[in-house]
């Protein structure tokens, strides 16, 4: 089968394109892959800067959508099902197999290049909103990065709870993308925090879902009004930072950490219960992954650099010509 290797620690532009035998199926979901989600993770792998990064080389590749091959006795799926899933590894290539566990139905209105758009944005969103943000109808959520693929799940996610969403989105182009996700409002980098303030009439904003980071996180806890909560999710502005805890103590605020992967992993069955929860919101059209742009598998270099670049306006998807 046709995959794509991290073979050095030399960027995107030296992953490669390979013939390699397909995955054995023992106790797995086999699965042919129409199309695979591109991540930000798959760019520090590709880098060694992620802190999964196995000897290489390796199939990088973290969510795909296609149909069951076949699947073992008693996992709830069968050979021609169609069904989106998290493999963590291994998605950038014709066939996958992944633990029952982390696969998913997909809903017959979603296409394969939508469903692999789903499990590490809508579920990292549902676990940031839902559980470690303790997301309330009625607040006010600011979200940083609106424009990528964890924006504009989290933009959907809370204006299908009935919040009101603000978004922070560095291009026209991407704020208008997160206006059509369900933003009330969308703003530029520059001077978020006194914008939200206007917006909030001086209150400020109840959330705030950061997977970007760098130099905007204090003014990102500045524009929190009363107990309000900054979710960290990511660094995609590569630079980690830091805060001082006693503007912690101005408005009683919380720095709250999001480690999706962590959590699921020491906790079975909570993938599926998360399904159980999103699956009905992908169904009815209320989350709708905007995909922004599609390549072929052998132009995996090209949509990796597009995420690098922070170009993208959505989700980026390889597909696989099925």
């Known amino acids: 089968m046709r995959a794509i290797h991290i073979s050095s620690h030399d960027g995107p532009e030296a992953i490669e394109v390979v013939d390699i035998p397909e995955p054995e199926a023992g106790d ?63 998605g950038f290539a014709e066939v996958v197999a992944a633990d029952p566990s982390c696969v998913f139905p997909l809903p017959d209105s979603l296409s394969f290049v939508q469903g692999a758009s789903v499990p590490m944005n809508v579920l990292t969103v549902h676990f940031a909103l839902a559980h470690r943000g303790r997301m309330q109808p009625g607040e006010t959520v600011l979200v940083h990065g609106a424009g990528g693929g964890i924006g504009i799940a989290a933009t959907q996610f809370a204006a299908a709870h009935g919040n009101r969403v603000i978004a922070v989105a560095s291009t026209e182009e991407k704020r208008e993308l997160a206006r059509r996700a369900g933003a009330s409002d969308a703003i530029s980098p520059e001077g978020f925090k006194d914008a939200a303030k206007e917006l909030t009439d001086g209150k400020g904003v109840d959330l705030v879902v950061d997977p970007v980071g760098g130099d905007r996180f204090t003014d990102s806890l500045r524009a929190l009004g009363q107990e309000g909560r900054i979710l960290v999710i990511g660094f995609t502005a590569g630079e980690i930072p830091t805060v001082k805890v006693n503007r912690l103590l101005l408005g009683n605020k919380s720095a709250v950490g999001v480690g999706w992967g962590e959590y699921w992993m020491s906790n079975p069955g909570y993938l599926q219960k998360q399904w159980a929860e999103v699956e009905p919101l992908l169904a009815a059209g209320k989350l709708d992954p905007l995909v922004g742009a599609e390549f072929p598998l052998e132009r995996a270099t090209e949509a990796l650099q597009l995420m690098d670049g922070r170009g993208a306006v959505g989700k980026i998807v390889l597909t696989h010509g099925r």
């Open 28 to 90: 797995s979901v086999v699965i042919d892959v129409h199309a695979s989600g591109v991540t930000f993770p798959e760019v520090l792998q590709s880098r060694g800067k992620y802190q999964i990064s196995p000897p290489m080389p390796f199939v990088p590749g973290s969510e795909v959508a296609g149909v069951v091959r076949s699947a073992p006795a008693g996992s709830g799926f069968a050979a021609g099902d169609r069904v989106c899933a998290f493999p963590g590894l291994g």
